[in-house]
DNA sequence: CGAGTTATCTTCAGTCACTGAAACTTTATG
DNA sequence: CATAAAGTTTCAGTGACTGAAGATAACTCG
């Protein structure tokens, strides 16, 4: 059994680093292809051919059409493993922390662009994508499902109860309500013309505003319940 | 133009009966084939066939194959807008009584039958099938997303905010984590052998451990914030 | 009841995502 | 360089889903 070595194992290596490369390409092609001319109206053997590979290919490096665009999403799971387990914080406080750093990374990449207001628009389209486009959103409910039941393990291990109790499974479900509300918000207020970092600022406002409410309790719901009784 | 009547129009006449009959014997015939032989070795064709008609008859009534048996869950919705606007209900107390409901109808359901064992063993098979397939899987999770939408529109009609403000859209995220509670809950308790209505209150239950913590506050949750700072 | 209108079903031909297997090419290793 | 391993292409196929045109059943009205 001729095997590679254990020193140079998974990192560098000409093959890996095509094999990135090649994946990077083909996730940037596609999404540039979705936008421009719709999602529907683009088949996976077309980006293929744009990347000078075959269509088989494609399916060896991302399981489905929507996962082409659609992976960048799986790399919060992690943060929600790491995070969410630091029992120094509350759920919320970290879960507020897990999406800040989301934000920084949206910020340091269209600050880092020459033209801000191309960055943003770019940004814009791709959420204009996923939300004109059932099948990727049916593929980010999916993602946010597993991501909750991520959640629910690691807070039920805090907590000392089961996965599957009541209380981490509600406590899951809130607090991915908060990733889901820091998305949306994202894409109201990040548009071109306003400053960037004013459009973050804004988002990371009305995450604090639904963490408080559900921190506090729905009981403090405006116009909610009928105070006595 | 030779319209249809106005007095008939929409419920009675032989078409709409055979129409209904077809939709549910399709449907039942669907259900029992991939409970049987699975979701994946069940051809849309097959189940076709087993009804007697083509398989363009099948689709032009179910816009999907999982549509086929996931078409159940779409009267939820209007329970939403329904109890959920309510004001005279807190907005988890408005749904913990659309939540019982459902709990009365299924419990309707399985008490009615003959054999009460038999009829749990389906309804569990159901759940097992929805359970062990993916694709059922996302359909339900893309369901419940537009069920959070329906509830945010109302909330934020109650409490005079738009449905995209975060409060809104924090709570409904929450109080739908109710409603996959509920239904993990009913596929954990209700099993052949244990009294139905035993198995229902023990979701009941379970049901209103998730309530009581989102309507007080992930503040409460066990082991969660470090009391002090 | 019979003719005409309309809704629905069937037939047919086609698109496209996705898969398995076998031949072939490229990269890594001794 | 020889050889193994990994990656790619080619090929052939499955199955969900769609559009169009013709056949059939059900409803309307005279």
């Known amino acids: 059994m001729t ?22 390409r083909l996730s940037d092609t596609a999404a540039r292809m979705f936008i421009e001319h719709g999602f529907d109206a683009v088949r996976v053997a077309d980006v293929a051919e744009a990347c000078g590979v075959t269509e088989r290919t494609v399916f060896n490096y991302f399981p489905s059409k929507e996962a082409l665009v659609m992976d960048r999403l799986e790399a919060t799971a992690d943060a929600l493993r790491t995070h969410l387990a630091d029992p120094t914080r509350s759920p919320v406080a970290a879960m507020l922390r897990i999406l800040d750093e989301e934000l920084r990374v949206v910020e340091a990449g269209l600050t880092s662009a020459d033209d801000h207001d191309q960055a943003l628009a770019g940004y814009r389209r791709f959420g204009d994508l996923i939300r004109d486009t059932p099948q990727l959103r049916a593929y980010q409910s999916d993602t946010a499902e597993r991501f909750a039941d991520v959640a629910a393990e690691v807070l039920a291990a805090r907590a000392g109860l089961r996965p599957a109790d009541p209380e981490p ?18 894409r109201t207020h990040l548009r071109p013309g306003r400053p960037i970092h004013d459009g973050l600022s804004a988002a990371a406002d009305e995450v604090r505003r639904a963490a408080r409410l559900i921190e506090g309790g729905l009981a ?9 009784q």
């Open 3 to 24: 095997t590679t070595r254990a020193g140079q194992r998974g990192k560098d290596g000409l093959r890996e680093r095509n094999k990135r490369a090649m994946r990077q």
């Open 169 to 186: 499974q509600a406590a899951a479900a809130a607090l991915l309500g908060l990733w889901r509300i820091q998305f949306r918000s994202l």
């Open 220 to 228: 403090a719901f405006p116009g909610g319940a009928p105070e006595d």
